[in-house]
């Protein structure tokens, strides 16, 4: 059996992808040790997986209170300048020390950019996962990027890619190659379309063909298995339906259908967006409806909270939103797969990294609407939830949307064929060679 390496950079909706697949390879019998941030070490330790603690939890905590985390123009340089280039000696710390030489399989994520280094220095195989479609650069299929829309030329989009190289090496490249001197290794350049899509030897999309399918110059080959779901803190996807659920929120979502209520999360990671939960709180009021409030941050909240509205800091997916009428989220994709799964329609008030994206290809899919954070105010969410819920076009998109899920028995074998593509990469041979920048 192989020591399997996961390394974990984000917030929640990161994490529970990386639970799920790790789960699956630690019951084949490999050893599974997840780094990751310790907010996280509960749910890594009850999915039955080994925990190396990354950073701290205050630092964490920190990062969310950070305003630039969530800023239109400045997330990407604050979330990959500091945060990411920071955890990148870290990173290779970790698999340095935890490496057996030809037993070994590193699996990471878009951010995990220091265990794909030590991976590459080390010789270990390793595999990118992939969580959403906007983590790949495209010119034939670019992803909607808040400074790129999907219309722009090709021509175009490829001028833009190549900025973008530019700075993403300016804001990693100096913690890459500090690493690699260290290592008696030459520097690398365009890390963001070359170097890390060069390196790893499986690349996985943990996001379906018929949510985003592949483009041409998108790199070969690219797994695409669907949506992984884990979101409590152990099992498979649907072992969270025995958990149970706060007494007050039982009772608010047992309510027959007519009477489902609208629920509001804009993400784990978000501290920032009041006026979102403000104005989707009044437009329930207006429809008659009531509204579910999922937030860890309940300080941006009116106070007090009107009487049709509950508030809850944390509940599992899967249990609630098949009792919900829609949802008005920030776009992360594992809330948008969830929705999706649902049947839910969706608005999606995207603020930075992915979320545009996947708020484009939902309503790409007639599933919900996409609208920035500056014009979700209570006049045209109203307006918007109202089309939503009064739409048979829009219920039968959600349901053709939410039918897709039933042939991955929802994310159980998606997780199964992940263990599959590793323990082909175990039993293959072991890389001789570093690849060459």
């Not at 379906?208 to 099992?235: I, N």
């Amino acid at each position: 059996m192989a020591r399997v390496l996961i390394s974990i950079f984000g917030s929640t909706g990161d994490v529970h992808p990386f639970l799920a697949v790790g789960r699956e390879l630690a019951g084949r019998g490999h050893h599974v040790t997840c780094h990751a941030n310790p907010y996280f070490e509960r749910r890594v330790l009850g999915a039955g997986l080994d925990f190396v603690p990354l950073g701290t939890t205050e630092e964490y905590l920190g990062a969310l209170a950070d305003p630039r985390l969530m800023h239109r123009t400045r997330a990407s340089r604050y979330l990959l300048g500091d945060l990411v280039a920071r955890s990148v000696p870290k990173m290779v710390e970790f698999v340095r020390a935890r490496h057996v030489p030809e037993d070994t399989v590193v699996i990471a994520s878009a951010t995990a950019v220091g265990a794909l280094l030590a991976a590459d220095l080390y010789r270990i195989p390793s595999v990118f996962v992939h969580l959403a479609p906007a983590t790949m650069p495209s010119v034939d299929d670019p992803p909607t990027l808040q400074f790129m829309p999907r219309w722009l030329p090709r021509t175009f989009g490829s001028v833009v890619w190549r900025v973008a190289d530019r700075l993403y090496d300016g804001w990693l490249a100096p913690a890459v190659n500090e690493v690699r001197r260290q290592h008696g290794e030459p520097p690398v350049e365009r890390l963001l379309t070359r170097y890390f899509f060069r390196t790893p030897d499986l690349r996985v999309g943990l996001f379906p063909d018929w949510f985003a399918a592949p483009p041409g110059d998108w790199p070969v080959p690219t797994e695409l298995l669907g949506f992984a779901f884990q979101d409590s803190s152990g099992g498979l996807p649907d072992d969270d339906d025995h958990e149970p659920i706060d007494a007050a929120l039982a009772d608010f979502l047992a309510a027959p259908p007519s009477d489902a209520p609208i629920a509001v999360s804009m993400g784990t990671a978000n501290m920032h967006s009041s006026t979102v939960y403000a104005a989707a709180i009044e437009a329930g009021a207006r429809l008659g409806r009531r509204v579910l409030v999922l937030t860890q941050f309940p300080d941006g909240l009116p106070q007090p909270l009107p009487p049709h509205a509950l508030h809850v800091a944390y509940a599992p997916f899967s249990r609630v939103l098949p009792r919900c009428a829609a949802l008005v989220h920030h776009g992360g994709v594992g809330t948008t797969a969830q929705a999706l799964r649902a049947a839910l329609p969706q608005v999606i008030v995207p603020r930075a990294y992915d979320q545009h994206d996947n708020g484009e290809r939902v309503a790409t899919l007639g599933c919900g609407v996409s609208m920035p954070q500056r014009t979700f105010g209570v006049e045209r969410a109203t307006a918007t939830l109202c089309s939503l819920l009064e739409s048979p076009a829009t219920a039968e998109a959600c349901r053709n949307a939410a039918a897709q899920f039933a042939a991955d028995h929802h994310g159980v074998n998606v997780v199964r064929r992940f263990g599959d593509l590793v323990e082909g990469l175990v039993a293959a041979r072991p890389r001789l060679d570093a690849v060459t920048p």
